[in-house]
């Protein structure tokens, strides 16, 4: 499961920034875009996800052909795929596949091959999600999902698997630029999109999402960085 950081709505008013709606939920639209080593997500139209509590790197399927099973959000081998929760031999397992290609492992594995990682070190933010929040994969992105509900409504959560992973953003253009907006006030942090690769096409940083009805983004309190397409 994914955990989500819980940012404040505050407008900012030095600048008036053009504003981006959110993305269109895969309730709508399928998508499937690679992340770098990563398992491509391919999502069934009407799919909705819900953050499973105290795991960051799985979510519940609540709706869709799938509804009922999990999907696995790690940033390891498994993601994209889709599992079940069982009790085998007195062990929680998950259970990806069936009959000749079913593949049991136990949870606690699962769970560990998959955390999020910085450098090789499992990898804790903070970020947390607030309880019953849904969440929509966004047609053509891996690293973020859409926000359907709750507080947080309006907002995507990345779930990348970077130094971001699970916090919210919105999504603002100005100049001709996008930026990801993480935060408020002097805790606001500005990630301009796709900056790192056209510098460095081998740049490989942490990539981040987030999105929502974008508010006024002023410069005053904030930090401005460069980051890849998924910042």
Do not use: C
């Not at 008036?16 to 992340?35: D, I």
């Amino acid at each position: 499961m994914i955990r989500s950081i819980d940012t404040s709505h505050v407008a900012d008013t030095a600048a008036t920034p053009k504003t981006v709606q959110p993305a269109t939920p895969a309730g709508k639209k399928t998508f499937a875009s690679a992340l770098s080593k990563a398992e491509k997500l391919s999502v069934p139209q009407g799919e909705t996800w819900a953050p499973v509590a105290g795991h960051d790197n799985a979510a519940k399927i609540t709706e869709g052909p799938r509804k009922g099973q999990y999907i696995n959000l790690s940033h390891g081998a498994r993601r994209g795929q889709t599992f079940t929760v069982e009790n085998r031999g007195g062990k929680e397992v998950h259970v990806y596949g069936s009959g000749s290609n079913e593949v049991v492992i136990a949870s606690k594995q699962d769970a560990d091959e998959g955390a999020r990682k910085i450098n090789g070190k499992v990898y804790d933010n903070g970020a947390t999600i607030p309880k019953g929040e849904q969440w929509a994969p966004v047609q053509g992105h891996d690293n973020y999902a859409d926000i359907l509900n709750g507080k947080r409504n309006g907002l995507f959560v990345n779930i990348s698997g970077g130094v971001r992973d699970g916090m919210a953003f919105q999504i603002v253009k100005r100049d001709d630029k996008t930026y990801h907006v993480y935060g408020t006030g002097k805790h606001k942090q500005e990630i301009e999109v796709g900056a790192a690769k056209k510098a460095d096409p081998s740049t490989t940083a942490p990539t981040t999402a987030t999105t929502g009805t974008t508010t006024p983004t002023g410069s005053t309190g904030s930090t401005s960085q460069t980051g890849p397409s998924g910042a």
